[in-house]
């Protein structure tokens, strides 16, 4: 082992019992973490990640192999180990009835802190994390971003000389991403901090100095992300063929010999490529337009998860047993909105929203955290109902007939929200009663629902104690049982990884060209690619709606000729920011 490693761990295994067969978390891993800088820890799900934190952290036991932590053993002395590191979890425990001040107070505690140091170290805190104004405020009515910046605050208050942070931007929106990476760099460069850091978000991985691969319990490869993204140069290209929707395109292309990858990317479809040369799919296709595109870490995480074994799904053909072919249809709007609005005291949630979904077109509301965005996608699920203004889903006015179009709409929340003391064939008959099966048309869609989503090996397993990813295919599952033509997302792929989350794009997109309308609310501006039309709001209301390609065609500016994204969506909130405070 590296001996001047701040973190090491050699042979290093820990099985688990789930659903009565026993799990390799993590198989004999060797690995070391470097002091002063960042390194971070990726993987699917079910890698190992969080596992491996817990057990540098001293809150599990290997069942064999060593760690060390800041020199200690981490298993034999669990809490030097602990009284000397930052941990924190993919959930932090903040007391949500307490104030940012009294959960500051009550961790101060719990980790020994003396009184007389308090008072200087909660102002430098505060004051990194943007928090100052709002020690008064109770932690459960702070932001998504608020709260995670909260609970690095609280783990901060020791000054560790190693922090552990478990998916940490994992719900929040861009905005507060970098400003908690912001705060996170900071720490390295000022206070000489060493840092690991798990995310599913893998331009994440590239703010990394050096990335640990986890794949089935196993290191897969170590690295520095630019040098791994340069292996699969020449091998990534944006395709497209005029006068074709790219998800018909991306249909066509997904799973062909010698295409790795192909993901919808606003107006194109971005292919991984086995070899540095257009694959025969994509030559074939008449009138077809390719250009070569820089690799990005992604890809070169697909490629190397592609030739483990495990590749992104094809997209499936008739996931819904919707027939009705093509999309987006101008000429049938499913969804109206006008002048929504939603108050809640003196406070306008929601002030003004307009806009239209056709039938097939995938629609994606976005905005920073407390932007009104969740509000709006309750009322038009008929969840909430609006202080004023007009919501017509499916042809019907929400305000007069909402047990009407609910029958006709499929949701999936953002939390996992189904039952998760039943086992996953219990989940599955609940919501088919639910929504009124009964008989031989329960039982087909239950069988149909096992095989299509790979359910059956499950069955009888409690879903809590699914992996995320299946977590998400369940949710999704039991929200398309009555075959709804309208299906609302709520952040569905919150936390999954790459390869989750293309499985669930395959099936969206499926969906789509069947015909079906899907409204999706996300923080990831990657998966936001995949819409046909963004609404950004912020405060209230939208600040623009427009393709995705246009969107970033807008923030292009001197020093910015190719902006992502998420570079649009930072540069649309900023702005609102700065005009509200003039």
Known sequence: M?????????GLRKSFVSGGRRVAALDGIDLAVRPGRVTGLIGPDGAGKTTFMRLAAGLLTPDGGRIEALGLDATRQSLAVQAALGYMPQRFGLYEDLSVQENLDL?????GVATPLRAERYAELMQMTGLAPFTKRLAGRLSGGMKQKLGLACTLLRRPRLLLLDEPTVGVDPVSRRELWAIVDRLVRDEGMSVLLS???LDEAERCAEVILLHEGRVL??????????RVAGRIWAITQPGRHQRALQADLAGQPGVVDALVQGDHVRVVSATPTLPPAVSALAGVESHPLPPRFEDYFVALLHNDGKSPAALPTAINGITAPSVPDAESEVIRVAGLRRRFGDFWAVDGVEFTIRRGEIFGLLGANGAGKTTTFRMLCGLLPPSAGQIQVAGQDLRH???TARARLGYMSQKFSLYANLSVAQNLRFFASAYGLTGGQRDE???WAEAEFELSAFGVQ???DLPLGFKQRLAMACALMHRPDILFLDEPTSGVDPLARREFWARINSLARQGVTVLVTTHFMEEAEYCDRLAIMAAGRILALDRPAALKAQAR????????????????????????AA
């Open 462 to 464: 409690p879903s809590g």
């Open 2 to 10: 590296d001996a001047e490693a701040i973190l090491r761990a050699g």
């Open 557 to 580: 500016r001197p020093g910015l000729p190719n902006p992502s994204l998420e570079d649009a969506f930072i540069q649309l909130i900023e702005g609102a920011t700065v005009a509200k």
């Open 199 to 201: 995310t599913a978000y």
């Open 445 to 447: 869609r239950i069988a």
């Open 107 to 111: 961790y101060a505690d719990l980790q």
């Open 221 to 230: 490869d170590v690295g520095v992300p630019a040098a791994m993204s340069d």
């Open 401 to 403: 007939a909402a047990a």
